[in-house]
């Protein structure tokens, strides 16, 4: 299977413990792009990268929210001191750009299964 | 920022029929409009897209049609199949669907046999 892969598929952990979820894109897309999901709600955009620049994050994303893509592949979503606002679904998305004389023209985005965040 | 619409919020029709969706948005940037369908515990997926150079997009049982000037897009389905039942969510971003999208909140599309 080559699509979007996202680990792990399930986390329960403690308030206060902080987390850490992984995405492997499919291989040849250079865009990378984290949402969160809540109970009857749509994705909602937290930040992407372009390879392995961070190109906007989005005001949802708090500073105890870090992502990193450290060599343009995989990525990971850590989130420290957890709290019960966090529990959601983890959603990651990933795409084909490139540059169509001069402006940028994506891909449509494909996402993972997502990792769904519980916290007690 | 942009803000994305969407209505009904859940619809309920028989097997057989059509079903619109629609959404709006508010921000004149916006120049990508993909449709996603997610049921229940598993990803979304991607259905049908358009971009702001073209006003419809069919692709089989599947339609778009984009009005830039009310700012305004729908997806219809027609002969609609029990497995048609799911959540549709429609998004915009500008820039060509290169950033990251604005979701509406989703429609429940229920087909009733």
């Known amino acids: 299977d080559t699509g979007v892969s996202q680990n792990p598929r399930h986390k329960i952990t403690k308030r206060g413990q902080n987390v850490t979820f992984r995405c492997d894109p499919i291989s040849e897309h250079n865009r990378l792009y984290w949402y969160r999901q809540t109970l009857g709600q749509g994705p909602e955009f937290l930040t992407y990268?372009?390879?392995?620049?961070?190109?906007?994050k989005s005001r949802l994303l708090s500073d105890r929210f870090s992502a990193e893509r450290p060599k343009g592949s995989f990525s990971t979503l850590e989130i420290q001191r957890t709290e019960q606002g966090d529990s959601a679904m983890y959603l990651c998305?990933?795409?084909?750009?490139?540059?169509?004389?001069?402006?940028?023209?994506?891909?449509?985005?494909?996402f993972g299964d997502g990792t769904r965040l519980s916290i007690l | 920022g942009e803000n994305v619409e969407q209505h009904p919020s859940t619809l309920s029709v028989q097997e057989g029929d059509s079903a619109v969706i629609k959404c709006t948005y508010s921000?004149?940037?916006?120049?990508?409009f993909p449709w996603y369908k997610q049921e229940l515990g598993k990803r979304p997926q991607l259905i049908i897209d358009i971009r702001s150079n073209v006003g419809e997009k069919k692709d089989q049982r599947i339609a778009v049609t984009l009005n830039k000037t009310a700012k305004h897009f729908s997806l219809h389905i027609t002969e609609t199949q029990p497995e048609d039942s799911a959540v549709y969510f429609c998004?915009?971003?500008?820039?060509?669907?290169?950033?990251?999208?604005?979701f509406g909140k989703g429609t429940h599309l229920i087909i009733q046999p």
């Open positions: 990268f372009q390879n392995e620049a961070q190109l906007e």
């Open positions: 998305a990933s795409s084909l750009d490139w540059t169509v004389r001069g402006g940028g023209r994506g891909q449509p985005q494909h």
């Open positions: 921000d004149s940037a916006s120049n990508y």
């Open positions: 998004a915009a971003t500008p820039r060509g669907g290169a950033d990251g999208l604005t």
